[in-house]
């Protein structure tokens, strides 16, 4: 589902990566016309800093804290080009896409977990201490 690009190629790139200079890394996606997903990465070297600055973006993407303010600047884009339809039309996709990772989540917990007791035996029992 994921492609990914690891290298820096000047050549190749379609985003002007220089413009601003203290640009240290970056992590795009973008989607083709044939809906397959591609995740691009840059980095301007392998350097300690670049690759903890840049793991604060890769422990970030999975929070939720990063996908609201990313649903909000996105929402901002739309109500300024007068598409409030079209935003209302994307967060239901978002809301459904995110039901089915619930679901999908669940259903691996229930199967991960099927035929354990959860909860309702303590982990030490009274007796065991005695």
Known sequence: MFNFFKKHNPEKDEFEW?????????????VKTDGEIFVD??????????????SKV???????RFQLQTIDMVKHGF???GKTEEFKQLLTQIVLFSREDVQAM????NERFKG???????????????
């Open 58 to 64: 890769l422990a970030g993407i999975s929070s939720l």
């Open 41 to 54: 990465v840059n980095l301007v070297d392998y350097s300690k800093e670049t690759l903890d600055n840049f």
């Open 18 to 30: 220089n413009k601003p200079q203290d640009i240290q890394s970056a992590l795009t996606y973008y």
């Open 106 to 109: 669940e259903s691996f917990t």
């Open 79 to 81: 109500l300024e080009s």
């Open 116 to 130: 354990e007791e959860l909860g309702e035996e303590p982990c030490i029992k009274p007796s065991d201490m005695l």
